[in-house]
């Protein structure tokens, strides 16, 4: 309900607001995954018969831990802030007072943005381009950062990321048309 004072929030209104439409999925598909796998190992240790409760708890604790990596974060934006919330925590970056956006490379490509508050957000930059509600909402906020001064580094990945939310929504506008 209350809010910390260094974080204030535009209120909710239900025009102002998106979240990402494949998180019920991906939960769905983290669950099934965790439990497929603690009921395999137990039908295959029972089938061999070596199962204990010790060994029981053991195959549940895998399947809990494969639940936890896999457990998808839910990301949300509405005027002037992008929250994304995990099992462990909920983290809010307003996106109207960013002073920096950055591509973080690896094993898989990372978005990270940082607001003049210190507070960070790193992110699959796929929800934005399969969100592209999600994307406006945070593109909104960027303009104005740029029109505040405020975002000193990030101008070129906001532009990367604008290219290729365009490119998916073509992408799906084409293949719903039946034109690809």
């Not at 019920?24 to 983290?30: H, N």
């Not at 592209?132 to 950062?145: C, E």
Request: hydrophobic fraction near 40%; include cysteine; aromatic fraction near 4%.
């Amino acid at each position: 309900m209350g809010h910390p004072a260094s974080e204030p929030e535009p209120p909710d209104r239900p025009d102002s607001s998106a979240e990402d439409r494949h998180w019920g999925s991906e939960l769905r598909d983290a669950t099934l995954c965790a439990l497929s796998l603690a009921s395999l190992l137990t039908l295959v240790d029972g089938a061999a018969g070596s199962l204990t409760w010790p060994r029981a708890l053991l195959w549940a604790g895998l399947g809990a831990l494969l639940y936890v990596i896999l457990f998808p974060p839910r990301v949300r934006a509405g005027d002037g802030w992008l929250e994304q919330r995990t099992l462990l925590r909920t983290r809010r970056v307003r996106t109207d007072r960013l002073v920096s956006v950055r591509w973080l490379d690896g094993v898989s490509q990372r978005l990270l943005l940082r607001d003049d508050h210190g507070v960070r957000v790193e992110l699959d930059p796929r929800v934005l381009t399969r969100n592209p509600d999600l994307w406006q909402l945070v593109d909104a906020g960027a303009r104005t950062s740029v029109e505040r001064g405020l975002l000193r580094c990030g101008a070129t990945a906001l532009r990367q990321l604008s290219r290729r939310v365009e490119s998916e929504t073509a992408r799906v506008l084409f293949r719903i048309s039946g034109m690809k």
